[in-house]
């Protein structure tokens, strides 16, 4: 099975593709995770995109569907976890015709419905593991108290650095006007799901589970 987790920063994506990673042996390709990535090992390409990131802008789509195309060839064990991937309706088109050349289809686009103050509340209070990326949230999922990360013991956490409201304020503009009009795009071609995004953690998991049957 291939899905996309639709829905603006904060939304609960990384979170969400997590547990299924965890559940049904899916692959999570988190474009995010990809560019930090690359700009921590210092590569040419992470320079590039430094910047951009941090303004909350969107890096070029020739970059991120590079890296999509490049992961598409590995392992696809459970499925792929399409995670703030696509986020233009050009990513959105390239992607189809990806998966169409390896002989994939797409299965549900998910789309994680939370009002912005959520959004707002949440981000800023987001660290995650230096170690093995797990999410924690100051508010909601708070690192242990013996402060080893629940998921690999690791023991130290990182806040990211376009977390802070001027960053947060350009890349909600930034969903609004180059990734919304995707949930109409794939409404249109009958693949969409709709899930309410507000609850615990686990409570939207169920949601998600339900819709993709
Ligand atoms: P990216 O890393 O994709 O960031 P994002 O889309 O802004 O999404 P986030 O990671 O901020 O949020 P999320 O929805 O994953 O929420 P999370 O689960 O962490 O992109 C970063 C940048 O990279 C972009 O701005 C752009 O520059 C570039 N980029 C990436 N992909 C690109 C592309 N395709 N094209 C062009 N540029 C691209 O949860 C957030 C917090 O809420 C956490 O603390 C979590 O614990 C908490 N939480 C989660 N669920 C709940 C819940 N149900 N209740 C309460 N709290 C919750």
Sequence with gaps: MNIILLGPPGAGKGTQARILVD???MIQLSTGDMLR????????????????????DLVTDEIVIGLIEEKLQGDKQGGFIFDGFPRTLAQADALGALLEKTGEALDAVVEMRVDDEALVARITARSTCGDCGEVYNDLTKPIPADGKCSNCG???FKRRADDNAESLKQRLMEYYKKTSPLIGYYYAKGDLKSVDGLGEIDEVAGRIAKALG
Excluded: I, P
């Design 23 to 25: 559940g049904r042996n």
């Design 37 to 56: 990535e690359a700009r921590s090992s210092g590569t040419e390409m992470g320079n590039r995109v430094a910047a951009v990131m941090d303004r909350g």
């Design 154 to 156: 690791g023991t130290t």
